[in-house]
């Protein structure tokens, strides 16, 4: 079959290579996997079937259950309306990644085997302070045990694995290729496997070495056993940045957790982070959901394409970095200014303060800062609860806040110059209708209006707070605004006072200070009362019409 052209009516070569194949998915409750899902049953509406990998609940929620769940997700409201009968096309497969054989029943494995074109793999523990062991289990045995399945996929024509383009964060160049593992993967599992849990942890640190987390690590220790199939399977690899809301669809802001920069600017929104250490110059990249999805579905068809006629001489497997910054970066010190006007403009709803504070490119002023306006205000709202009877609640939300903040200060802190001449020259090779539906050329993004619709959209998805709330939030706001500005002025004039009662020369200086206010201000008043005649006469005949 001629996979870069279009004989159907779609005009789509992307969506034509997807008729009558079926896809198998795993990570498809995640945020990427949902938005997944939701693009291929609406932009390719002739897929056979998706598969996807959903793992039991411990508490005994049918894995059918998670998936209506799943489907009922607002994301899929438009697909319910118009097409309800496109959703039967997705099937359960019973599974966990940390069982052997993935915990696939005999039945399902033959069924995957003789139905499935497509894998996208992107099931994966993303937390930045996972455990070793399951972090192991996760991200890289559980990879393995899906290539394990794939090559028993007798329609297998793409492998895509979803891994981090910060998976070679030790680098401060990262290019579109897999690089030699920091260790031996096979000898880290066997080393690990003996450990206790608490004796891995202990050895966790010792065995990440110079990278920051275990997510890190693992990653890409993971692309490295994909490379290794490379000459078996039809296999690729996609590293996206730092994923955040959606761009234009399912729905514009669209966002369902609160990692990275969501996590942030809901602080800085509520009014509860204050400070964060990061260097405002360095690029922040970060990549719309929507974006990196559009890359996944058109890197899959490319690489058919590629393999159509057998494999390449070389056999190595082809990277696609899905980064914003070698394309159209945004620093961090624009995050913090365009996001601040917006979260001001477009206020939560019953703000603790007024959006404010700023990063901090100094860890120990970074450090004061929290103490000062992080720390000691969440026990001092304690105490206030706790005499009026409330649960107190300020301090463990700031434990989470810190933990959270230092596991990003790695990232807010450290650049890296991502090359994506793979995903340019992708982009080249569609046609121009297929540009248009998976469209993923970050350099049509304007963070300005970008960032507005992920304030919006954090507003809607994240705290669930209606338009119809607005003006009281912006009330509210201009109140915080009020006690923002009195606790400065308070703060600023009991400090001085301290320094008064302590010291001669400061009282001198604040009695000259207060003498030359006195005059300016004198000065103003003659300069008002000599223009009011003009003022006067400019006013007059407007205020008689």
């Keep these: 079959m001629e996979y870069t052209s279009s004989s159907s009516g779609t005009g789509s070569p992307v969506a034509d290579f997807y008729r009558g194949r079926s896809v198998f998915i795993t990570g498809s409750t995640g945020f990427m996997g949902k938005v997944l899902v939701e ?30 769940d799943l489907l009922h997700t607002p994301i899929f409201d438009e697909i319910r309306r118009s097409r309800p ?102 000898k880290l599992v066997q080393c690990v496997d003996w450990m206790d849990a608490d004796l891995a942890d202990h050895m966790t640190a010792k065995i990440l070495g110079n990278r920051p987390n275990t997510y890190t690590l693992t990653k890409a220790l993971a692309e490295t056993n994909v490379a290794k199939e490379a ?70 068809w490319k690489t058919a394409t590629r393999n159509q006629n057998g494999r390449s001489s070389d056999d190595k497997v082809v990277v696609y970095n899905c980064v914003s910054g070698a394309q159209n970066p945004i620093k961090w010190g624009q995050l913090e200014d365009i996001g601040l006007r917006h979260l001001r403009r477009n206020p939560y709803s019953g703000v603790l303060w007024y959006p404010g504070g700023s990063f901090k490119g100094s860890r120990a002023y970074h450090d004061v800062c929290a103490l000062a306006f992080h720390v000691l205000p969440a026990y001092v709202m304690d105490v206030a609860a706790r005499l009026s009877g409330k649960k107190p609640i300020m301090v463990k ?122 005059r300016a201000v004198g000065l103003v008043s003659g300069v008002t009362r000599a223009a009011l005649p003009s003022i006067g006469h400019i006013a007059g005949p407007v205020g008689v019409h």
């Design 397 to 518: 939300i700031q434990r989470k806040l810190s933990k959270a903040i230092k596991c990003l200060q790695f990232f807010t802190t450290g650049e890296w110059q991502f090359t994506d001449d793979n995903v340019q020259a992708l982009m080249r090779e569609m046609t121009p209708a297929d540009r248009k539906v998976f469209d993923f050329d970050v350099r049509e993004v304007d963070w300005d209006s970008y960032l507005n619709m992920y304030v919006l959209g954090i507003r809607k998805f994240i705290l669930k707070e209606d338009p119809s709330t607005f003006p009281e939030a912006r009330a509210h706001l201009r109140k915080m605004y009020f006690v923002h500005r009195l606790s400065q002025f308070l703060t600023v004039t009991l400090t001085w006072r301290l320094i008064l009662a302590n010291s001669q020369v400061a009282r001198r200086l604040w009695t000259l200070l207060i003498g030359i206010l006195a």
């Design 231 to 300: 000459a078996n399977l039809p296999v690729v690899i996609v590293r996206p940045s730092i994923v955040t809301a959606a761009l234009r669809e399912p729905l514009p802001g669209w966002v369902d957790n609160m990692n990275g920069p969501t996590g942030l600017l809901v602080g800085a929104g509520k009014g509860v982070l204050r400070t964060l250490y990061c260097h405002r110059d360095m690029v922040a990249d970060l990549i719309p959901v929507d974006i990196c999805i559009n890359l996944l579905i058109a890197v899959a």
């Design 85 to 186: 009968d496109a959703l039967r096309k997705v099937v359960v497969i019973p599974g966990d990644l940390t069982l052997p054989d993935l915990g696939i029943s005999a039945s399902d494995r033959e069924l995957l085997a003789e139905e499935v074109s497509v894998v996208f793999h992107s099931a994966a523990t993303v937390k930045f302070d996972e455990a070793l062991k399951l972090s192991i289990e996760m991200n890289m045995l559980g990879t393995q045990r899906m290539l394990q399945l794939a090559k028993q996929m007798k329609k297998l024509e793409a492998f895509v694995h979803v891994s981090t383009a910060y998976c070679n964060c030790d680098r401060s160049e990262v290019r579109e290729m897999v690089y030699p593992p920091p260790t031996d993967p096979d």
């Design 39 to 68: 693009k291929l049953l609406r932009t390719c509406p002739d897929v056979s079937a998706l598969y996807l990998l959903l793992r039991p609940q411990r508490h005994g929620n049918d894995v059918r259950r998670r998936l209506e």
